[in-house]
């Protein structure tokens, strides 16, 4: 199914056996192919930016989703930043020594860490 402009509007079920959609409040994600989304690039990132969610596919197979930038989404991606992941170990190490810092020490601490690379 496509929208007047063209772009793919297909509608992935609400269950996904994931429960990153959830984790999100993503309401419904449209899946496009690869070659759609070279072709309607613009379009598909102008509809993310309006909040859309689009499951990428691979001759129907899902390998990717573009989701719009969000709070959400950039506590998901630094959940995978190596720079934040091995701060989250250093504290949880600290935790569990009984040892805590306050919010300044962090904050300084996360400034002189070095940026990822």
Not at 82 to 102: C, H, M, N, S, V
């Amino acid at each position: 199914m496509r929208t007047p402009d063209g772009v793919p509007s297909e509608r992935v079920p609400s269950a996904l056996g994931c429960s990153h959609k959830r984790d999100y409040n993503i309401p419904q994600m449209a899946t496009v192919g690869i070659r759609d989304l070279k072709t309607h690039a613009s379009d598909i990132v102008e509809r993310a930016e309006a909040g859309d969610a689009f499951l990428v596919t691979r001759r129907g197979k899902p390998v990717a989703v573009l989701l719009p930038f969000t709070i959400d989404t950039e506590d998901l991606i630094l959940t995978h930043a190596p720079r934040f992941i091995k701060l989250r170990e250093e504290g949880r190490a600290d935790l569990r020594k009984g040892k805590t810092i306050g919010w300044e020490m962090l904050k300084t601490k996360v400034q002189k860490s070095p940026p990822d690379r």
